[in-house]
């Protein structure tokens, strides 16, 4: 969705605020795509703080179904969009300051809101998604849930050089 910002970048400065929808029933990174379980409209608010520099404020919630990290059961991740963006149309993309944004969002007079939105998202999504914190993962031998039940493959994980012990304890049961 686009929005007008030349009532904020006027003389009168009026302020800009609108729920805007998010579009997407499903997010798609480079690493798959996710489905959007629940998601509430994004309130944004663009004020003018002087000459051709404005804050973007905004606010929202969106529900994605994400496979563990270990065990790749889906788990429902919550992601807060919860955002401030100071931006300056005076000052070119590349040049912006630490305490600035980039605009790639930001076209002319318009607000591309759900480029801003993606972006949040993406800024948002957290590095490790675990169903539980003592989830066991899946075995690298057969793929067989381990949090559901045990395998009975042979552990490969140890070192081959150990293979001579691991033998006299196979044979040897009651040692």
Same mark, same amino acid.
Not at 53 to 68: K, L, M, N
Not at 73 to 97: H, M, S, Y
């Given at each position: 969705?686009?929005? =007008? +910002?030349?009532?904020?970048?006027? !003389? /009168?400065?009026? &302020? $800009?605020?609108?729920?805007?929808? @998010? #579009?997407?029933?499903?997010?798609?990174?480079?690493?798959?795509?996710?489905?959007?379980?629940?998601?509430?409209?994004?309130?944004?608010?663009?004020?003018?703080?002087?000459?051709?520099?404005?804050?973007?404020?905004?606010?929202?919630?969106?529900?994605?179904?994400?496979?563990?990290?270990?065990?790749?059961?889906?788990?429902?991740?919550?992601?807060?969009?919860?955002?401030?963006?100071?931006? =300056? +149309?005076?000052?070119?993309?590349? !040049? /912006?300051?630490? &305490? $600035?944004?980039?605009?790639?969002? @930001? #076209?002319?007079?318009?607000?591309?809101?759900?480029?801003?939105?993606?972006?949040?998202?993406?800024?948002?999504?957290?590095?490790?998604?675990?169903?539980?914190?003592?989830?066991?993962?899946?075995?690298?031998?057969?793929?067989?849930?381990?949090?559901?039940?045990?395998?009975?493959?042979?552990?490969?994980?140890?070192?081959?050089?150990?293979?001579?012990?691991?033998?006299?304890?196979?044979?040897?049961?009651?040692?």
């Amino acid at each position: 969705m686009l929005l =007008d +910002l030349s009532g904020v970048m006027s !003389e /009168q400065h009026t &302020e $800009l605020i609108q729920d805007v929808d @998010i #579009d997407m029933t499903e997010f798609s990174t480079g690493y798959g795509s996710f489905p959007i379980l629940k998601k509430t409209p994004v309130s944004i608010r663009v004020t003018h703080v002087k000459e051709h520099r404005f804050q973007i404020t905004g606010s929202g919630r969106v529900t994605f179904s994400v496979p563990c990290d270990r065990c790749l059961e889906p788990v429902e991740t919550e992601i807060v969009l919860d955002f401030v963006k100071n931006v =300056d +149309l005076n000052v070119p993309d590349g !040049e /912006q300051a630490d &305490e $600035l944004d980039e605009t790639n969002y @930001i #076209d002319g007079y318009t607000l591309d809101a759900d480029k801003l939105i993606r972006g949040e998202i993406l800024t948002g999504w957290p590095t490790k998604i675990l169903c539980s914190e003592d989830c066991k993962g899946i075995c690298n031998v057969c793929g067989q849930n381990l949090n559901q039940g045990t395998c009975n493959c042979e552990d490969t994980g140890l070192d081959p050089r150990m293979s001579v012990i691991r033998d006299v304890f196979k044979n040897f049961k009651e040692v």
